[in-house]
Structure formats: C-alpha cells, structure tokens
C-alpha cells in the first residue's frame, strides 16, 4: 500500500513536469544587436549568411585563450566597484536563478564560429507607449552574428509572463549605452543593427540646445550596420572622459601594474572587449574612449568634460 501510493504520486509529479515543460508561457523574442567593443576590428569577419561577425576574446582571451565570461548573470553583481545590479533591476522572473545561469557551461561557451557567445546583455521590455513601466527582464547571452538568446546559448530568449503583444524593447550592456525600439511586435524580428528600425530617442526634449535625433545607436561601425555606444565603462547611462564622474577612472584602476604583461579579465574598462585594459600601444582602451567622447556628434569642440553623452533609454518607473 505504501509503496503503490509512492509510485501514484511519483508518476504524477513526473507527469506535471512534463506538462510544465510543454506547456509554455509567455514568448520567446527574436532581438539582435552589435556591441560596437565586439565589433571593432574584427577582421571584416561575417557569418555564412553575411553578417558580420563580433569577436569573442572575453571567451577566448587572445592572451592565454582562456574563457572569462561568467557563468551566472553579471548584471547583478558588483566589477570593479561598478554596481551593475542598480540600473539592470530583474522584474518577476527575470530573477529565477535558472534565468541567470548557464548550466552547462562547458558547452554553451565552448561554441565556435557564427554562434559563439561575445557577452552577457541585459533585455528590458517596456510597456507600448508607456515608456517608463517595465514589464519584463532577463539576461541573455549575445552571439558573433548579433543573436540574442538564452542562457542555453541556443533558443531565442523567453519572457515565461509576457503577455503583451506590441511593448519596447531596451537592450543594454556592462560598458556600452543601453537602446530602445519605439513600439514593437512580439512576432517580428527586433533588429538593433538594422538601420531601418525605428529606436526611441531624446531628440530636442531632455537638454536645451541638444539634438539627440538619430544618436540612440553608432553607425557604421561596420558600414550599413548599427551598434551600441562602447565606452560606459562606469554603467551610468553616459559617456565621459574627463573627470568627475567619468569613465576613465574605471579603466584606470583596471590596469595591470605588474609590469610582467596584461592580465586578462572581465573588466568594464575594456573598450575593445578583448580581455585586457590598456593605456598604451594601439589600439588602447583609453584612447578608444578618448576618441569615442571627442568624435561625438553633439561635441565638436572635442570637450573632455562634455556632460551630455547620454544613454536614448527614458528612466525606469
Ligand atoms: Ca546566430
Ligand atoms: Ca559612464
Ligand atoms: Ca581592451
């Protein structure tokens, strides 16, 4: 009696986690994106079907061939006493730590080629014309060819609660400038890298004498291609050079002082995302930054406090 009664009950739980598995809520979403670090001298690498490809150094460290991507979500941790858990606050189940971990990942990061993985990102969807109300997160892993997908390294990324069908869509990165879409469907391809889809920008609303039209994103990183801003190494939603507040700093104590050659890492002041924080020889993080706050569109006074780089992503409520 006993043991038919276990066995009843073992059937039933292993029949409501089948039913569990199958039965799935909420949607996946189709996201690309480029983060311009990744991005920058890849060797004019591009997928089979003619993307164009980042590079994967914090997976395979140039220096030592090492992986250095985390296996559980960065965004809510502390890197060099950068705080990224402020801005990339999970709602709901974002915050399952079976969202926020890779558990295999041995063979997630040991993927190559088109699909390998270039970092962790942090997604954000955000009420149709409400721009403030967050109703979704997760984190997510991004491939060479701009997929976004879960922490399978495969599967576009779930949102198991999301019932909307049209919302925004914020991507972010650790040191890039986040972005978002105006409103989008759940059942189109959300592009960060296509020029031809419409993103949310400032344009002459937020700073007198500031036209933010067309800055959500860089163009032509790679020529017809759209990227994330690199360069917030210190993730407050601007870019700035010189003190206070800035991003150099954050690099700065981030250098290798051993004199005995670089350290690779997960650092938030590696512009070009190749495992390593630089000041000199070429190319060299912090020259990177300096060209990136100068060069800015809204600078052309070449400023190296200019205050007004800022992040096309409204506050969250
Ligand atoms: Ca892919
Ligand atoms: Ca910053
Ligand atoms: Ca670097």
């Known amino acids: 009696m006993q043991v038919s009664k276990f066995v009843v009950f073992f059937f039933f739980a292993l029949s409501s986690q089948i039913i569990a598995q199958g039965d799935e809520g909420g949607q996946r979403l189709s996201i690309r994106a480029y983060l311009e670090g990744a991005l920058i001298n890849n060797g ?6 003619g993307k164009p490809l980042m590079r994967d150094n914090l997976r395979v460290s140039p220096f030592n061939n090492l992986n250095y991507l985390p296996a559980t979500d960065p965004y809510q941790t502390t890197i060099s006493d950068i705080n990224l858990s402020t801005i990339n606050t999970h709602v709901g189940t974002g915050s399952n730590p079976v969202f926020c971990t890779v558990a295999q990942p041995e063979v997630v990061f040991g993927v190559t080629g088109d699909n390998a993985i270039v970092d962790w990102v942090f997604v954000e969807i955000r009420k149709a014309n409400q721009h403030n109300l967050t109703l979704a997160t997760r984190s997510g892993l991004l491939q ?15 949102f198991p609660t999301l019932n909307d069908e049209t919302f925004h869509v914020v991507i972010r990165h650790r040191n890039h400038l986040g972005v978002m879409t105006q409103v989008v469907t759940s059942e189109q391809l959300i592009d960060f890298t296509s020029a031809m889809t419409p993103l949310f920008d400032f344009g002459t609303t937020i700073i007198e004498g500031m036209n933010y039209g067309n800055l959500a994103q860089k163009t032509n990183v790679v020529q017809g291609y759209r990227a994330l801003w690199a360069g917030d ?28 050659g670089y350290t690779p890492g997960y650092f938030q002041g590696d512009f ?12 060299n993080d912090a020259a990177l930054l300096e060209n990136q706050a100068k060069t800015y569109n809204l600078n052309p006074t070449a400023l190296p406090n200019f205050n007004y780089f800022i992040e096309q992503v409204p506050p969250r409520n």
């Open 44 to 49: 004019n690498a591009v997928s089979e079907d």
């Open 144 to 158: 060479r060819d701009g997929d976004v997908v879960d922490v399978d390294g495969v599967s576009n990324l779930w």
């Open 233 to 260: 190494f210190n993730s407050d939603c601007k870019i700035k050079l010189a003190i206070p507040n800035d991003d150099l700093t954050t690099a700065f104590y981030e250098q290798d002082y051993s004199g005995t």
């Open 272 to 283: 070009d995302m190749n495992s390593v924080v630089t000041f000199t020889g070429s190319p």
